[in-house]
């Protein structure tokens, strides 16, 4: 007892570093305490969710599977504080399925009459909830989330706004391409992968038109990255535009770009001369093109890269000359035996192998 | 001077050095809470399935190996599982004395492989190059001993895609690891690298390389390592790569830019902390060429790996992440206060110096001074005691802290009973773990002095499959 009176003598309040390390001490002791009380609460919060989570899902699981099946003809009442669960389970199946099962969950959406609580999600401040609402709006196709959504559709936040892109596009494609398009030509920080996305979900016809006619008239370095996203399409417009750029440009990001996405035949002589572009990576884009696209005509003008300066031209001209239509195997296994560089055997057996793998 | 004056002089710095480094520590914590906050609000949204493009960006993952037959087949084949639409493995077999190769050879049906890359990068020399049967997307090098930086070079040559991910081959993935890793830099075009979250795979359920179920070990060294990951390598990280500020990211899975990478030189053969060194000079690099650039770090618990459980392994572990941070920091100690550093050399790098490379010679002469000065009756025994509760109070808040950002952010650990048992080992870990840490610490400044030889950090394991 005489020890802890001593302790808490003013012994500890005078001495001034003494005083420093009780005080940091005790401050550090109480908010340690304060931290767990804090933690126990969080804890409680978490079971009491995860019980109205459990119970959530053994309702509405069953219902959205039957609804991909067919039409659930007297769905539950969706209680209020249960939208974005609901949103957050119905948005997991949608983008797992296709075609009519996906048709079956806008229908029971569309069911449940759960459209203006949508609505007014979407101005709600919680990044997901908001990313969910716009999502459910589109493919629900809310003709009054329209206004909204052209609104994020200018939001500084990338994800904000593509995802409104997302969604205009399947609420109404013919409308809104003129509002996505410049917007796709605009934004850069909109990542290339995504935008690729919601391009293919939506039809290629009057978005491809409108892209090509947007790249056309752009600055170089952006129709670089633009003309990326006309690989696979058919459209007129986009393979003129594809023909156009390689005739006129001179920029070799722009052309590496049109190589990347090339598909006509008709492009095989303005593919010939870039065989010996300055730039290396337009001559490895050349030669996987002619891969791709060329025939028997352009076994010579490929094999010549097999000597070419840099490692990857070599490399991807080789898996170009195994690919190539139209070629033997036997004219592939001469040109290995007799190849003067024993690099060149080396890559051609390479690629012979790993087409073989594929 | 008399004793008396050093004697105050001496109490003030240690105890202002244990405020201010806390202080610093917790400062890094409330910055991390933005990243918290972003994956927070995200995080419903991200995890919806993805749909892919054809536009991702291909990555191609590095898995250095050296004697891990028992554990590289399951490995592999959970990395075999990851959901990416393109990807290669290439396991690197560093010359390992046991039978890593055969193992693999045997359940991947390899085949000898005509090609190893474009040889960008100076490495011992390869044997040979194999291709699987069962993966077209697996190759495997095998190649003279030459440490993991030789080996991830080696891999580096052989890589084909613009993205590498290293790896440890004991490391487990999530499933949606890659997705999520890559994710800054589909963000931010001028992201260089990432880095994922490493969680430790001791006490959960791991199945076929893929992990099924978190959960707490009963080793007690194990248990603490949990509490110093969050605290430490969690937190910690999230607040520097916040500035862009951040000086490592852990071998056990970052991603990179290849071009950068090879630009830079890659991996330095001569250092034990290959992995802090390469971030360390990407920043260098990148600062002194002036260019624009993100390092950044992923919050999503994406990868597992086996901590030690046995206290000679995890000294052997400690001794060599510090000479790895000491070599790291004194390589490129130009960057320090250097006029174009930026958050780096201002900030990371001087706080790195100080309270991490630094910390354990202050700690330890910090705790036998005020015993000596005890024994001595230089200061009083309430004044020692003092200290040391100030000093274990601050640490204990530290690490309280760490586990209240963990409940508000991933809380990995589902169960009421994870959250107090974390509790305790943050008490317990300030009562001998982190003094016997900073005294390791200590040893590998010492090795890192006298330049003692570094090799492969051997680690004995129980095998992750069977760690629960």
New interface residues.
Partial sequence: MNLLL??VSP??LT?P??S???R???A??F??VM??V???A??VD??FGERRDSRFQKIWRPVLMQAMVSRVTNPPRLARRDLYRFL?MW??FH??VKGEAAQGLDQVIHDLGVSKRILRLLHRR???VQ??AIMAAGYMKLSQARKPLLRQLRSLH??VSLTAARALLHLDPETSVSHVVPEIVRR??W????V??V???VPAVPIMGALAGAIRSAPPDSQARLV?YL??TQEPAALRLVEDLMKSSSDAEVLSACLFVAQSPRLFPLIVPLLRHPQWFVRMNAARALGRIGDATAWPLMVSLLKDSE??VR?RTAEALVRLPGVVEGRLLRLREYADVPEIK??L??AM??KD?? | MTINDLAIFTQWFYLLFFIFMTAGYLVLNFLSLVSIRKFVQWHDFMNLPPVYSGFEMPISILVPAYNEGATIVASVRSLMQLDYPQFEVIVVNDGSRDKTLEVMKEAFELFAFPGEGPRLLATKPVLRVYASRLYANLRVIDKENGGKADSLNAGLNLSRYPLYCSIDADSVLERKSLKKVVQPFLEEPSTIASGGTIRLANGCRVDHGLLVKAGLPRNLLALMQIVEYLRAFLFGRLGWSLINGMLIISGAFGLFRKDVVIRSGGYRTDTVGEDMELVTRLHHLMKSEGRRYQITFVPDPVCWTEAPEVLKTLKDQRIRWQRGLAESLWIHRKLLFHWRGGTVGWVSFPFMVLFEWFEPLVMISGYLLTLLMAAFGIISFQAMVAYLVTVMGLGIMHSVNALLLEEISFHAYPKFWHAMVLFLAALLENFGYRQMNSLWRLMGLLQWMFRREGQWGEMKRRGIERAA
């Fill in positions: 001593e302790w012994v500890w001495d570093i003494l420093l390390a009780f940091v001490g005790v550090a002791t908010l340690a931290t767990l804090f933690i126990v969080l804890r978490m079971v957050k948005g997991h983008l797992s919680k990044l997901s990313l969910l990338p994800l850069l920080d990542p290339l992968a995504l690729a996305t391009l293919k979900e990326r690989a696979d490692w990857w490399y080396s890559l057996m390479q192998v790993e793998m594929k």
